[in-house]
Each structure stands twice: as C-alpha cells, then as structure tokens.
C-alpha cells in the first residue's frame, strides 16, 4: 500500500475505520478510535497488555526486544505484536483481541448505608417575610434574616442581585437554599428531592452516589470506569503523562470530571430527577486522583518526596471544576494524608470507625495498586502506603483481567488432582481476577503444589513444566487455555509480601502484638470477593482470628457519602486527618527485612 498524506485504520472485529493525517502508534490510534485497548503500562512497552494481531499495512519483520518477551513466537508470526510499540503511517488493518479490550468491569458501588440522624450541610428553607412599609424600612437581606430567624445569614452578591425581585415576585414568600450561614441559591420552588453528589474517584473506577440531603437515604448508586486508565494502569504512569505538557494534564481532569457529569446524568435519569436539584458535592480520591480532578500541578507528587499540593480540606464552588450540579452547588474536598495516601483512606477509615474512641485495636486495610493501611492504638493512627502493585487486579499476569464477565473468580483443587472454577457471568473463561488469583495460590499451597518458598512443585501431577520447561499451572483448557505460571506466582508473592510488610512494619511501629488486634477492616474491590482464610494462608494477613475480620466493601464511597450530608463527619474527617500519622515506608529501619519476610509463601 502507498503512503498517503491521510490514511485509514481499520480495526476489527469491531469495523471501526479511523482517518489519520499524522504518524501515531496504533495504541493512540485505538484510542482516538474510541476502543478501550488494554494499555496497563501507560504504553511503555512493559506490560505486554496491548497485543493486536496486524493483518495489513504495518511492517512485522522485525519484532522489539518487548514483544519477544510478551507475544510467543507461533504469535509473532501470524502478526501479533504490542500496539505501543507500533508507529503506523498508511492505511493498516488490525485485529484487536477480545482479550486486549478492558472489559466492562464488576464495579463495586455499595458498601455500608449509613442513615439515620445527621447533621445536615444544607437545607431548604421556606420563608414567609413581612412586608416592607413605612412603618419598617429593613433592608430586603436583614428582613430575609429575620424572619428565616438566622441573624448570621449571609448572602454574596449574586444572591444580593436576585433577592428583591425573587422577594416581590411571589408575594413575599421566598424559598432559600442555606448552607452554614449562608444563602447559596434562591430557589423558586423548593428542591424535591435536594440532592447531594458523592463521588469516589478510584484510579480504576468511579463509584458515584446520588444522596436525599433531608433523610439521608441513597437514591442511586452507579460504577463506571476511570477514563483515565487508558492512560497507564498505575499512578506513575499517568502522572508522566500529565506532565508531558499543560493540555494532557488538562485532558486527564477533562475525562474524569466529564465521566462523572455523565455518571450523574444516568443516575438522575434513572430516578427521574434533575441535575439542578445536586445542591451539594463530595469527591475523594487518591492523592493522585484528587490533584487530577481539581486540575492541581502534579509535578511535587511525580517526584520524591512526594509531597501533595495541598492537605487541607477545600470548599469550592461544583461549578468551578466542572461538575454539571445546581448553580452556586458547593463541594466540599476532605483532605489528602500524603503523596500515597488520599481522602478515599481517610473515607475509608472514617466508615470503618477509626474517628471513635473504641479503645480498641483496629488494623484497616484498602487493597488496590497502592494499599494504604492504618493501624489504630489507643488515640494514636498510623497509616502506610505500600506498593503491592496491580497484581490483584490482574495486571503483571499473564491471564490476569479485571472482575469482568470471563474472568475466573474462584480456584477449588480436589484432592491436589481435580481444578474446578468459578467464572464471573458463567461464560467460557478468558482470564483470572484477583480473588481468583489468591484462592489459586492458597489453594495450590494447600495442596502441596507450591512449597514455602513459592517455587511450584514440578512433580505434582497438576504442573506442567511445558516445551519451555518453564512450570504453570493450567485453570482452563479451550481454545486459549488459562494458566498459571511461576512468573505469575512471583507476581503475587511480591503483592502480597508488600502488604504483609507494611503491616507488619505498622504493628512493630506501635509494638502491638498480633493477638492483640481486635478487629480488622477490609475495603476495597478485590478485598470485597477475596477469602480472608485464603489470605490469612498464604501470609497476606497474619494469623488472626477469622471473625475479627471484616468486609467493609467500598468503604471510601460510605465514607463520601458520610462527609456529603453529615456536618458531624465532616468535622470527624478533618480531626481524623490531623490525627493520621502518615509513615515512610521506604525509610523505616529494616524495612527490607520486612518485605524478604513478607513474600514467603
Ligand atoms: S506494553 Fe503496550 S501498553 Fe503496556
């Protein structure tokens, strides 16, 4: 094929037909196409995620150093090579696997529903006022006060604007949103219902909520993928491309905050409401998260040490981020701990109790790429920040997706002979999540496949050593068989060896003796389906008893939803965040011994 000055891309089996007029790898090709191709590493040519078979129109002879690490060489010939690593510059036709598509994850929204008493931000207030006349000359806002009985209200000068014509149009009766002591719109009718947005902005998923501000109840709750991740599977990654130049950094606020404004605009057409009725916003996030979605630099967090902007709780206007609310909407910004540790922890912990005086020994633990985990003694907190990596999110696996429909979720060996799976929507299997992840390695140490130092045991009848001789163990036969390998394994070892050390560095810190913690509270989407025996087996926790532990599902979006309508959980979080001592990991004396101890089977 000649090269033109515009050419087309076709990508298959979806039919989708791209024009291009510059060179571009074909991993930026399939997203301006719009198709969600797998990108873990941020296109670094690391992960091996972005495989595509090329059928046309791109020269294969030569395959990079990368794609002979990640694509087989009966792959390699029939075309497949990483996206990223492709540069494209006429017309092209591609083939993009199911399995290099991000699949439409399980996205865990619920978790604890707190109602019940509270204080609430906001409220409407129907006022009746006394009729100006000769015989009292008050002012339109002192008469507003008054007769709303708050001599502290307040009113901004578009409030001031709109009041005598709003006063006099209906009579003297007015309708008044208040927050605090202010009045933040005038309403003609009273909001029904008045609404609040509460948002968790994960680096995987956005669980957004949509909240009655007068009885607390939950009106919808909807999960929807970060658009970011097409960006980088990890922080890092997308923190670097933010700071390539001034407009991705802008496009990475622009994606998010338009994800959420569509999120809002499902869930008010789900339950017949309008956005003009959200008077109020929460959003927390990673710290990461929180600097993209208020557009903050990112540069102090890309670099050590990692300092955040900003860690001090913010009340901005919605409207001033983007956020498509009620105009004069507020949003309140819970605070950052530190560069790794954000107000989705300190949501987290606010949910799981750590703001109350239990007097008791709690150990919470929110499992992700980055797990943040606090451990509470008496009226001291602590919380870590610890690498465990994507592993449990299936990333660095060569099988290994996402909760999504195809995945294996649940791993049984019989008798170390027989495997029996559980797939997520009972489909044909196409890849291993994280619970799947963790029962397969607890259940093969179970089984005598894996010995204490985490090699597989190639005399085990179930492993396979392969024409590589490379050892795996294979979950699923078919058309592409699912397995295992000891690279896989290592993978895990070292999530889970990163976890364990950081908390036990947090029990050394606080010389707590295992026996002695009385609860430990588990959030996050992987902690919510794992198996705490299985996690307590292979070493992730400590041997503790099982019912001390307990599943707090998506606990960071609890805790929005707590901060969104209660003024009383607002003043715990912020009092919660001073208390929080954050600990270095990377500095803490023996750290590495920790971390060597941790990755043992
Ligand atoms: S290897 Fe291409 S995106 Fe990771």
Sequence with gaps: ???????????????????????????DAARRAGIPLRADCGGKGVCGKCRVQILSGVPVNVPTESEKKHISAGELENGFRLACERVIDRDAKVIIPNQSVLADQVLQVEGIDEEGDFQPVISQISARLEKADLQDLSSDS????????????????????????????DNWNINVLERGNEVIRLVGEPLNPLTGLAVDVG??????????????????????????????????????????????????????????????????????????????VCLVGNTAMHHFFLNLPVSSLSVSPFVPVTGDPLDIRASDIGIGALPGARAFIPPVIAGFVGSDHLAFLLTAGLAENTGKISLGIDIGTNTEIALKKADRIVSVSTASGPAFEGAHIKYGMRAAPGAIEHVYIRDSKKIEIDVIGDTEPVGICGSGILDAVAQMRMSGLLNSRGRMVKESALIDTGKNGIPCLTLAEGAVPITLSQSDIDQVLLAKGAIRAGIDVLIDYLEVKTDEIDEVLIA??????????????????????????????????????????????????????????????????????????????
Excluded: W
């Excluded at 090269?3 to 989708?16: A, K, M, N, V």
């Excluded at 006060?145 to 009113?155: A, H, S």
């Design 142 to 169: 002192s008469r507003l006060r008054r007769d709303v009985g708050n001599p502290e209200l307040e009113m901004d000068l578009s409030i001031l604007r709109k009041l005598p014509e709003r006063i006099r149009e």
């Design 524 to 601: 996050g989407a992987f902690g919510s389906y794992m198996l705490p025996e299985h996690a307590v087996k292979i070493g992730m926790l400590p041997d503790i008893p099982l019912d001390c532990v307990h599943i707090l599902g998506n606990a960071a979006g609890t805790g929005a939803r707590l901060m969104l309508k209660s003024r009383e959980y607002r003043q715990k979080a912020v009092e919660l965040a001073r208390k929080i001592e954050y600990l270095e990991l990377t500095i803490y004396p023996d750290f590495p011994l920790f971390y060597a101890r941790g990755i043992q089977a």
């Design 1 to 27: 094929m000649e090269t033109t000055s515009t050419f087309i891309i076709e990508f298959q089996p979806r039919g989708i037909r791209l024009v291009c007029d510059e060179s571009l790898t074909l991993l």
């Design 203 to 280: 680096s995987t998923k956005l669980a957004s909520y949509l909240v009655d501000m007068e009885n607390g109840k939950t009106l919808a709750a909807l999960g929807a993928p970060n658009p970011q991740i097409a960006y980088g599977e990890d922080i890092m990654a997308r923190l670097s491309y933010a700071l390539q130049a001034r407009d991705k950094a802008d496009s990475l606020h622009n994606m998010t905050i338009a994800a959420i404004n569509h999120s809002v605009v499902e869930m008010c057409a789900g339950i017949g409401i309008s956005a003009d009725s959200i008077a109020e």
